[in-house]
């Protein structure tokens, strides 16, 4: 049995499910806009008709990769235009791939976990990959069941299938992660939630950083996640080091869990401006040597302090490991005009959702660009989707722009069918 076979039995009841959901969380006006399933069924058939003239063409269509196109926002791409008709539109509009063969089960999957039947969700994930582990479209389904085992604490699944997907794809394994998701009562860690103060620091890094340095290291003292952004780095003087040496050291002292966003762009920039045997200022040394043990690279930590050693002959700081640090992608830059983002919680639970919608909503009176955080968010649980759709389509209708960053694909699969897209840019994480 194939693996569109597989996973058809449960796809009209799952599709209908979703669409009771969304027409249930969306004011009348909305639920008008929202697609009705006689066009669902009239765009299959177009993509049947394409299969039919041009078998390149339809595997273009299949391609459901909606994890690794860049900057996914989960939106409709606009129908093709005739000639002379209006001009296409402009790259900065939303688009999503044609529906596939594919979407059904990753659909399916997406509800399953967001209704926690995690046996299920695992099970069909897995049943996925060995039916077709090439075939358009799976390639969603690894990055849904590397997430599964991530968010689950299963670093030993995590990693096999890391291996598997890195020959398969002939690319480097994805990374596991210690902190990306902190579970409450599993970890021991809080679930923290409301605003995370940032730091984006400027393209050249020197004495004038220290104001910023002083003001987050304040802000510091009454938040528990602190954001630090190195993309935007090319160039750093001896003065602009040191002040985040200083940075970095007073918030690991104040056990503050740090976000480093392009930390490993940072440690080339860094290593570019330093010669073995040359004595200039240390400090772009001494935060190199920083920045690789909050990123763990305890082996270029090493060889660096013997480079260290050579050029001043002194010892650096022996290497020890770092508290809660999280690296972020570089795609996951501060949008220009944002303040500080919005960390959102581990999971949206029913419960405590209209809660979390109060804190939002005084977070977004103070800027025009609403950014939501969700590296730590690890499910959206089905019935609580509902209530946050609602909730941040009152803040859209308001004017203000709506932004979630590094979203788990088994959660942006749960948004994208609930047409989250439609009032907010939806921005998943990289394997």
Known sequence: MGIFSFFKRRRTTAASEADDLLQSALPPPARQRAPAGADKEAALRDIARATALKIDAIEAAM??????????????????????????????????????????????????????????VEQNLQAALRAQPRAAGTRGCWSMLLDFYQITGNAAQF???????ASTFETFPPLWSNSRYRIAGETGAPSYTGVMPTLALPAIVDGTINAQCDRLAQLAIAHPIIRIEFVAVTQADAAGCQALIGLLKNLQQSQRELILVGAAEMCRLLRSQVRIGRRDADAPWILLLEILKLSQ????????????????????????KPGAVFLADAQNRQTPGSPDRF??????????????????????????IVVLDCSRLARVDF???A??????????GAGKTIELHDVNHLVATLLGILHFNEISKILHHRY
């Not at 990693?159 to 997907?165: R, S, T």
């Not at 050693?309 to 290497?319: D, E, F, I, K, L």
């Not at 209530?387 to 941040?392: E, N, P, S, V, W």
């Open 63 to 120: 391609s459901f990769d909606i994890f690794h196109a860049p900057e996914p926002p989960w939106s409709r791409r606009p129908p093709r235009r005739a000639a002379g008709d209006s001009p296409a539109p402009s790259p900065d509009e939303q688009w999503q791939p044609a529906p596939s063969p594919m979407a059904a089960p990753i659909e399916e999957i997406a509800m399953a976990y967001a209704r926690q039947e995690l046996e299920t």
């Open 159 to 165: 990693d096999n299938l890391a291996i598997d997907y």
């Open 297 to 320: 690279r305890e082996k270029d930590y090493r060889e660096t302090s013997v480079d260290y050693r050579v050029t001043y002959n002194v010892s650096a700081q022996p290497y020890e």
């Open 343 to 368: 960390m959102m919680p581990v999971v949206v639970s029913p419960q405590a959702c209209p809660a979390l919608l109060e804190k939002i909503a005084a977070y977004a009176s103070r800027t025009a």
């Open 383 to 385: 019935e609580a989707a």
């Open 387 to 396: 209530t946050l759709l609602a909730g941040l389509q009152a803040l859209a």
